[in-house]
């Protein structure tokens, strides 16, 4: 079975998630949840999903990458929960592509941490404090923005927006400082 993710618009994505206790966590019900989030994520494929996502204002999410890529600094992270996380981040930043399950089709330049320190709730409802870099550090911070009603194109370095489709046409392989310079405004928007 899998769930129905929800895309940009349905107010469950623009809503602070409410913790959960270790004791819910460890219950039948949000055991029961991992499950079918891990395969609604796998299914769709992405590498990440929170409960807000699937309709459920929640402070879960999960994370796994089998990815991997030199230039997005992308490394396999094995599957793994958060819950109730506390976000932490390093001052340098990287601007990368990036896109959302509930953005269907779309991708933009986003700056992000190139380091995370994240303090959570594992699945068992055990805390765990998480060291990530590089593309993890930017999985970690794009899901618990969706625990906080926050989405990519909130971040995102607007002039970059692109379909999938588009993207893979005319920016793949690029240098993002050389397609961030090809895609900078020439004259001020038009008010
Ligand atoms: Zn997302």
Request: hydrophobic share 25%; no cysteine; net charge positive.
């Given at each position: 079975m899998l769930l129905k993710i929800v895309q940009a618009g349905d107010p469950v994505l623009r809503e602070a998630a409410r913790p959960l206790t270790p004791a819910e966590i460890a219950g039948a019900e949000i055991q029961r949840l991992i499950e079918l989030m891990r395969d609604t994520m796998h299914e769709a494929p992405g590498v990440g999903l929170a409960a807000p996502q699937v309709g459920l204002p929640l402070q879960l999410a999960v994370i796994e990458d089998v990815g991997e890529n030199d230039a997005a600094e992308r490394a396999p992270v094995p599957f793994h929960v958060i819950a109730n996380p506390r976000l932490t981040l390093g001052t340098e930043t990287i601007d990368f592509f990036e896109g959302c399950l509930s953005v269907d089709g779309f991708q933009a330049v986003v700056a992000r941490a190139r380091t995370a320190r994240v303090e959570a709730l594992d699945h068992r409802g055990t805390p765990v404090v998480i060291e990530a870099s590089g593309w993890y550090a930017r999985i970690l911070q794009h899901e618990i923005d969706h625990l906080r009603g926050t989405l990519y194109i909130d971040r995102m370095?607007?002039?970059?927006?692109?379909?999938n489709r588009n993207m893979a046409r005319h920016?793949?392989?690029?240098?993002i400082p050389e397609l961030l310079d090809r895609l900078a405004a020439r004259t001020d928007p038009p008010r």
């Open positions: 370095r607007s002039r970059t927006l692109s379909t920016w793949a392989g690029h240098p």
